[in-house]
């Protein structure tokens, strides 16, 4: 199994730009999060879904749009990046909301 | 004042030293995660625990629910277990997790 997966590891982006961030889970966990880390501070929760079809949002939705077309794949959508979404994101999973979660390597993203 | 602090933030040892990283968290919970985030940006559960303590080799973690205070204790500490360890917990109303911002250790040789 390899787990959670996400791409692209690195991105560039210019201000205004868009981009959608992968996350594919092969543990047919039905939640799935996507979180962002700053420097000096807690991650974040972005969006969550319980279960294809069904997402929500998180702390700091602002700027982003989430889907869930399968259980597997949750991508998270910037529109109009701006320099305030420069952040590592982490996706992860977990199999119901009493479990732990399991995290993806993150994508390290700046916006110039 | 945030609702999961951590301390120390920054935590340096010898080899073979061991550690101790603190926990305090001011909401209801239904569980406690200690996380471990490597320097490559990996980050890896370590434990999931509501009550008492749990131990996974050199690590073990406690928790204290009336004092909502969770320690985790690193016994004969390894260069190897140099990373920043991060509390989070499960928030009882919302069930989404808040988290920590973490403990930078570094274990020297």
């Known amino acids: 199994n390899a787990g959670v997966t996400q791409t692209p590891k690195f991105r560039i982006l210019k201000i205004g730009q868009s981009m959608t961030l992968q996350c594919t889970q092969d543990?047919?966990?039905?939640?799935m999060y996507w979180y962002r880390q700053d420097p000096g501070m807690g991650l974040k929760l972005i969006y969550y879904?319980?279960?294809?079809?069904?997402?929500d949002k998180g702390e700091v939705p602002n700027g982003y749009n989430v889907s869930r077309s399968t259980t597997e794949d949750f991508p998270l959508r910037l529109e109009l990046a701006a320099p305030s979404q420069t952040s590592v994101y982490f996706c992860?999973?977990?199999?119901?909301?009493?479990?732990?979660?399991?995290f993806g390597p993150g994508t390290r993203l700046t916006v110039l | 004042k945030n609702e999961v602090e951590q301390s120390p933030q920054n935590l340096t040892a010898q080899e073979g030293e061991f550690i101790t990283i603190n926990c305090s968290y001011s909401?209801?919970?239904?569980?406690l995660h200690w996380l471990q985030q490597h320097p490559g940006g990996g980050i890896v559960s370590l434990f999931m625990l509501s009550s008492g303590k749990k131990k996974h080799g050199r690590l073990i973690a406690t928790i204290n629910i009336q004092e909502k205070h969770s320690s985790l204790h690193i016994t004969a500490s390894h260069p190897r277990d140099s990373a920043v360890y991060i509390c989070a917990v499960s928030d009882r109303n919302t069930d989404k997790l808040i988290f920590g911002t973490g403990t930078r250790l570094q274990v020297f040789p």
């Open positions: 909401v209801g919970i239904s569980a």
């Open positions: 879904s319980v279960g294809a079809g069904i997402t």
């Open positions: 543990m047919n966990h039905n939640y």
């Open positions: 992860a999973s977990s199999s119901d909301r009493y479990n732990e979660q399991f």
